[in-house]
Nanobody, 127 residues
Framework: QVQLVESGGGSVQAGGSLRLSCAASRQTFSNYAMGWFRQAPGKERELVVARNWSGSTTRYADSVKGRFTISINNAKNTVYLQMNSLKPEDTAVYYC????????????????????WGQGTQVTVSS
């Protein structure tokens, strides 16, 4: 069982930055694809970024490319999402997620492909 705990959400004005953290209960990243999803009110959960377990492949949603960056600190068992140049449309609950990978290059593009989820952290961007 893998437990994920997000933190770092909050309220910020447009153009500002936030860094989300996702602490894992164990050294998750070997053989696990990791990702961040978000869900705005009345909308489906959508992919923000996903990476395969080795980090050799990373996929960002078009809406966040060039503004968001995923990174991992293996020593701290923590995944980060650095969010810059935030926009009001980035307002959502952000979720950290993980899934055991059968291959080194796999990562999921849809929420149903991931097994473990954090509780979510709210990000609110005002104009």
């Amino acid at each position: 069982q893998v437990q994920l705990v997000e933190s770092g959400g909050g309220s910020v004005q447009a153009g500002g930055s936030l860094r989300l953290s996702c602490a894992a209960s164990r050294q998750t990243f070997s053989n696990y694809a990791m990702g961040w999803f978000r869900q705005a009110p009345g909308k489906e959960r959508e992919l923000v970024v996903a990476r395969n377990w080795s980090g050799s492949t990373t996929r960002y949603a078009d809406s966040v490319k060039g503004r968001f960056t995923i990174s991992i600190n293996n020593a701290k068992n923590t995944v980060y999402l650095q969010m810059n140049s935030l926009k009001p449309e980035d307002t959502a609950v952000y979720y950290c997620t993980a899934a055991l990978s059968a291959t080194t290059y796999w990562y999921g593009r849809s929420a149903y492909e991931y097994t473990y989820w954090g509780q979510g952290t709210q990000v609110t961007v005002s104009s």
